[in-house]
């Protein structure tokens, strides 16, 4: 069977942010009927690379063919109008208004300037039925689960250019990370509807972490990695662990050399121990222990629950079961201060939006956490606040090594360090660190790696979460691995524990 | 290149502009009163042109400097005008029941009482911004639409005059040749800086209005803070409520204070405190205010009409505001200034580079959540 | 609600009907109803208290439109503007503003007044376009700009006159006198204005796209954004209809007192707001009718009627019960948005 025309077609595709090339030279083909997944890590591309396609930015350079048409595509108006729509993980809709205006409005049949509810709803009730849903159009979007709203979300997309021709109706639907919050019955129906699209010939371009759905409902998948494409295979052509490996961008023997145990052997008694903590929609009920002296670390791939993990064991997100134990003491964990008061410490993987605060200098910044726990009005004495800042300011090397310059204007590596210094004057027992050397320079990264063997030789415990899987091994004694929102295995480390076996952990979701 | 490092240091310091502000506003009197700036000695009073804008702006000052903390939060308080008129009335109604008004204990239970109320105001506020969630804007409205009417009802619609020698003195009396209204401010002002810069209030509070999900998650609490500072802002315009009637020896219910909490809010942002929130700056403020006092000062000496005073605070608000839009500052300067406050001047720092790869290709992200 | 196996919506109902009173929280017609009820609640009252004074004349209820009229017109502006997650400031000024100008324009200048109504209303509307333009354009937020706003047009206000303007021009009275028989009472011109931009403003925000795309910014300006709407366009739009909703109230107020005043309408901004909200228009936008603004004007306005035929009770208690019914509005707003996000 010839292979048949591709419906879009983005060639040579460049997009720039200052200092930064998010997408450099990215070629995608996608065909009409058939479900395609855009696979890659943090910074792969693949939001920029769906807002490039969507109008959300303008590309740097390159073209985009529709239907053997170049096009350009200045806005989510435009994109809409050309063919493209687009359902985002936070569902884009209102939900203060109904569910037949949030699929018609910006194209409601009007007579004169008037809107027809009565013909909208109609309209808008066939289309559901159509398409096999069972949605009271009348009802206020708010009134459905996320789920619901994000099936409604996909109808709105598809029912383009109905009434007055502003739309030539629905050639590629984009569908990013749609399943985040799902459950299995939920997911389900989604995928139903995403099949029935398919088999209308709508091109659907399906952005999700969990592996097994891609395995389950797509066909083709293309693979990104840092802002260039790595290939595009047939799903059926590709297995798993073959499909992490171009993933996380390092062959399997590569990985090995890498590999070298350097631990320290001092693990202490048990610090923390979680008993079927969970939350729904972040994490799967888990048991785990971290024990005095102890890294673990987490491995698993991008929205594998590595974060929400840590979150919960920091009361940053509120369990609704399973209890933790810190020190032998239960702790509630119904906010961060009963962490942070039991000796948990937690840098966010987004400094910018959950860590620092940029307007306020490096030394308020460092001090915050330490200043917070003594409370308002317990000011720490100018000549040991200085003396502390100073001196992690040394430790760390953070620069300019000038305690008032505004945290703000530092390098992503610096306020990194920042941020480590602001839980490390704190002298935790639990230490955890999301992503700690995403986006620093090698330099950067190899000095948060020593300082984390250094402090857990001292008899600190650390959670630690990298999305490089030679980072993990080469820090952690044990090795929890994550795969679809569960924590599927915990390993302990030794010189049997290989990239490899990680992968295959992950790949399988199986403890071997 | 003339321009000296120290002279760049000065131009970059927070205060530079309001302060610049002030300066060429007070200038321009000089031609139109020559002895603008000269300050006479007369019954062992000080009495000029400059006293006189200090003591008239002084309930500005109070309201604007308690009115800094909340917009700090990342908040704002609508409801200040509302409590200095409760408080004016609620104490001078209590001094005017007395048989001897001149009682100094008569007074002070006076003043503690409408302070009272206006910390009970204080609470109410920061118990629905705090506790209830409710935006800023929306729940100090509640007393900013019925606190007239409260203070109406305690005066019973009537002004109520005084007649009290020892109340008169804090907003009409003098103490060691100054108008003791300065000393009452400067009171105040000291205080709060205290309060924040020798405690750890002041960062605390920063940070939650800088990045309230980073504060939480550095354990906070932010709450308390949050109602901390409503309480410390209707104690501020609870005492210029007591400045204010003081200095009029009347309540009115329904005119005191009129317009302050506007006038307070620009006082703020003319001082260099964003109305996002973050870093502030007590010291800007009172510049701010005196600004804002200045300028209808000015206006009056100048011979412009005085009803012009409130076409020239509109256009002070639109300056300082399209100035403190990055929006604004890209499309007219360019982009070069737009990039955010940090981004004018600043060659000294070293000019590192923006966060690498991936978080900056998230920043964007955050906009479409 | 049917309960499916179909659709995820299956879970829907289950959590739905187990508490009838979260479901009558749920429905964004509540607050209206509840307004409409303690309308009539109050009416009742006020009918079996002061029956002998008159209370049930058909004239004082008609009275309360004539009275308010142009606070509806005003409050209807400002249900535009806080339906799409605005605040309007400058109400009050514009509609000050408004009476100076035509004062001025019809005593001092001797304009004809249906030369002046036309300048009046494109100024009040151009003044909320230019507040719009900045809002959208410079992202500054709409507080800060429609506080400017008041500034400026009570500022020009002065610059007209600081003296009050009576206006004795013989059409402008006439057409205050004129009245509108229904039978049983009347109408004056200002009141019906009033009812038919009410009217007109529930055409629009239900029967046109501008109307829902006022409520769909309202309701996630972002979202809109994505959905391909025009969002900066109806923000601007929606300023505009504020300032000629305000300067409108302005003539109807004109009309109504017969004379321009620099401080006349002084605060009437806050009583539009109290009002749109007491009618359940959510402040955070997106949710909210504007016949439940005409139930939020009508109840101020008869607690102001009630209040004149109590005679002891004096002024200010509007105001106290102006804010008391404001706390609890934003209470049971506050109720309902929490349990919507749940």
Same mark, same amino acid.
């Given at each position: ?62 073209? &985009? ?33 109904? &569910? ?47 789920? &619901? ?364 | ?34 002895? #603008? ?295 007219? #300067? ?36 | ?342």
């Amino acid at each position: 069977m010839a292979e048949p025309k591709p419906v879009l077609e983005m060639t040579g595709i460049v997009k720039e942010f200052p200092g930064v090339r998010a997408l450099s030279g990215v070629d995608f083909r996608l065909f009409p009927g058939e479900i395609h997944a855009l696979m890659g890590e943090n910074g792969a591309g693949k939001s920029t690379l769906i807002k490039v396609l969507t109008g959300v930015y303008s590309l740097d350079s390159g073209t &985009v063919t529709l239907d053997g048409k170049s096009v350009r595509i200045g806005s989510p108006l435009q994109a809409q109008q050309a063919g493209i729509s687009t359902v985002y993980q936070e569902v884009n809709l209102c939900p203060n208004l109904s &569910v037949a205006e949030n699929i018609f409005i910006g194209r409601e049949p009007t007579r004169f300037g008037r809107i027809q509810w009565k013909r909208m709803r109609q309209e808008a009730a066939e289309l559901v039925d159509r398409l096999g849903l069972d949605i009271d159009v009348t009802a206020p979007l708010s009134s459905y689960p996320l789920a &619901v709203q994000q099936l409604v979300a996909i109808v709105r997309s598809v029912g383009t250019g109905d009434s007055d021709g502003s739309g030539t109706g629905t050639k590629v639907l984009v569908l990013d990370e749609p399943t985040s919050s799902l459950d299995r019955d939920e997911v389900l129906e989604l995928f139903r509807l995403m099949r029935q699209l398919r088999d209308e010939g709508v091109a659907i371009l399906f952005v999700s972490h969990f592996l097994d759905q891609i395995y389950e409902i797509c066909d083709r998948m293309t693979v990104l990695r840092n802002g260039a494409l790595v290939g595009e295979h047939l799903v059926s052509e590709l297995d798993q662990v073959g499909l992490i490996q171009l993933m996380i961008g390092k062959a399997m023997d590569q990985l090995e050399e890498l590999h070298e145990h350097q631990l320290h052997a001092d693990v202490g008694e048990t610090l923390l121990k979680a008993d079927g903590l969970g939350r729904v929609g972040g994490v799967a009920p888990f048991d785990l222990e971290i024990k005095k002296g102890e890294v673990l670390g987490l491995a698993g791939l991008l929205g594998s629950g590595r974060t929400e993990l840590a979150r919960l064991l920091f009361g940053a997100d509120q369990p609704d079961s399973g209890k933790v134990t810190i020190g032998g003491k239960q702790v509630s964990m119904s906010a961060p201060n009963d962490a942070i008061s039991a000796g948990v410490a937690f840098c966010s993987e987004n400094r910018k939006t959950e860590g620092l605060v940029p307007e306020l200098t490096v030394r308020e910044n460092i001090i915050l956490a330490l200043q917070a726990a003594r409370g308002w009005t317990r000011p720490i004495p100018a000549a040991q606040r200085d003396e502390l800042v100073a001196k992690y300011i040394k430790a760390l090397d953070i620069r300019p090594a000038n305690p008032e310059a505004r945290v703000g204007r530092l390098s992503g590596g610096n306020q990194q360090k920042v941020l480590l210094a602001r839980w490390l004057i704190t002298q935790p027992k639990l230490l955890i660190l999301d992503e700690p050397t995403r986006g620093i320079d090698v330099g950067a990264k190899a000095e948060i790696q020593k300082l984390v063997v250094s402090l857990s030789e001292e008899g600190m415990a650390v959670l630690y979460i990298a999305a490089e899987l030679e980072e993990v091994l080469r820090l952690s004694h044990t090795i929890g691995v994550l795969r679809d929102r569960k924590l599927v295995a915990q390993l302990a480390n030794g010189p049997e524990i290989t990239p490899t076996r990680i992968l295959e952990t992950i790949a399988s979701g199986e403890h071997q | 290149m003339t321009t000296t490092p120290r002279w760049r240091a000065l131009t970059q310091h927070h205060l530079f502009w309001p302060v610049a502000v002030l300066v060429v506003l007070l200038l321009i009197n000089v031609p139109f009163t020559p002895d #603008f700036f000269s300050i006479k000695m007369t019954d062992g009073h000080l009495y000029g042109s400059l006293v006189s804008i200090v003591l008239f702006g002084s309930p500005l000052i109070l309201v604007a400097v308690g009115m800094t903390l909340v917009i700090a939060t990342g908040g704002i308080d609508l409801s200040v005008g509302a409590v200095v008129a409760i408080t004016g009335a609620l104490t001078c109604s209590y001094i005017s029941d007395r048989s001897d008004q001149d009682a100094l204990s008569g007074v002070f239970l006076a003043m503690g009482i409408g302070l009272v109320a206006a910390v009970v105001c204080g609470l109410w506020n920061g118990f629905l911004v705090a506790r209830m969630g409710i935006q800023p804007i929306i729940a100090t409205l509640i007393i900013m639409v019925a606190g007239r009417g409260v203070a109406q009802l305690i005066t019973d619609g009537q002004i109520i005059t005084i007649n009290s020698e020892p109340y008169k003195l804090i907003g009409g009396g003098y103490w060691l040749t100054l108008p003791f209204s300065i000393f009452v401010v400067a009171a105040v002002v000291a205080v709060t800086v205290a309060l924040t810069r020798r405690t750890a209030l002041g960062l605390l509070v920063e940070s939650v209005g800088g990045n309230a999900e980073a504060s939480r998650l550095v354990g906070i609490r932010s709450r308390r803070i949050k109602i901390m500072v409503y309480v410390f802002c209707a104690l501020c315009a609870g005492i210029a409520g007591l400045m204010i009637s003081s200095n009029t020896s009347a309540a009115d219910g329904n005119n005191a204070g009129l317009w302050i909490e506007l006038d307070a809010i620009l006082a703020v942002v003319i001082g260099g405190t964003s109305l996002l929130g973050g870093r502030f700056s007590i010291g800007g403020t009172v510049v701010g205010a005196l600004v804002i006092q200045t300028l209808t000062t000015t206006i009056y000496t100048i011979g412009v009409p005085t009803q012009t005073n409130l076409v020239f605070k509109a256009a002070v608000v639109i300056v300082v505001c399209l100035l403190q839009s990055p929006k604004f500052r890209a499309k007219v #300067f360019g982009a070069r200034f737009g990039s955010g406050p940090g981004a004018n001047g600043s060659g000294t720092s070293a000019a590192t580079p923006a966060d690498t790869t991936p978080t900056t290709a998230a920043a964007p992200k955050m906009e479409v959540s | 609600m049917s309960a499916t196996t179909q659709t995820p919506k299956a879970k829907a109902p289950d959590s739905r009907t187990t508490s009838r009173g979260a479901q009558l929280l749920g429905d964004r017609r509540l607050p209206v109803l509840v307004t409409a009820t303690l309308f009539i609640a109050m009416y009742i009252g006020g009918l079996s208290r002061y029956a002998n004074y008159g209370f049930g004349e058909p004239q004082v209820f008609l009275n309360l439109f004539i009275d308010n009229g142009y606070l509806l017109v005003a409050a209807v502006g400002a249900t535009f503007v806080i339906l799409s997650g605005g605040i309007d400031l400058s109400v009050g000024s514009v509609i000050g503003f408004t009476t100076m100008l035509t004062a001025w324009l019809v005593e001092k200048q001797g304009l004809p007044i249906l030369v002046v109504i036309p300048i009046a209303l494109g100024v009040g509307a151009f003044g909320g376009f230019l507040m719009g333009y900045v809002i959208h354009n410079f992202e500054i937020q709409p507080f800060i700009v429609t506080l400017a706003g008041l500034f400026l047009f009570r500022g020009l206000c002065l610059v007209i006159s600081k003296e009050s303007i009576a206006i004795d021009d013989s059409s402008v009275s006439s057409m205050a006198q004129a009245q509108a028989s229904l039978g049983m009472g009347f109408l004056s011109v200002g009141a019906i204005v009033a009812l038919v931009v009410l009217a007109v403003a529930f055409y629009v925000l239900h029967y046109t796209r501008f109307g829902r795309r006022v409520y769909a910014i309202g309701g996630n300006e972002q979202s809109a954004m994505l959905m391909g709407l025009p969002q900066g366009g109806t923000k601007i739009a929606v300023y505009t209809v504020s300032g000629f909703c305000s300067a409108l109230a302005g003539l109807l107020f004109t009309l109504y007192i017969q004379s321009g005043d620099p401080l006349h309408a002084t605060g009437m901004e806050l009583d539009a707001i109290a009002a749109v909200v007491i009618g359940g228009t959510l402040l955070t936008g997106g949710s909210g009718y504007v016949l439940g603004t005409l139930f939020g004007v009508l109840v101020l306005g008869l607690i102001k009627s009630i209040i004149q035929f109590e005679g002891t009770l004096s002024s200010w208690w509007t105001k106290i019960a102006t804010g008391v019914l404001l706390c609890a509005f934003i209470l049971i707003q506050r109720a309902m948005t929490t349990r919507r996000k749940t």
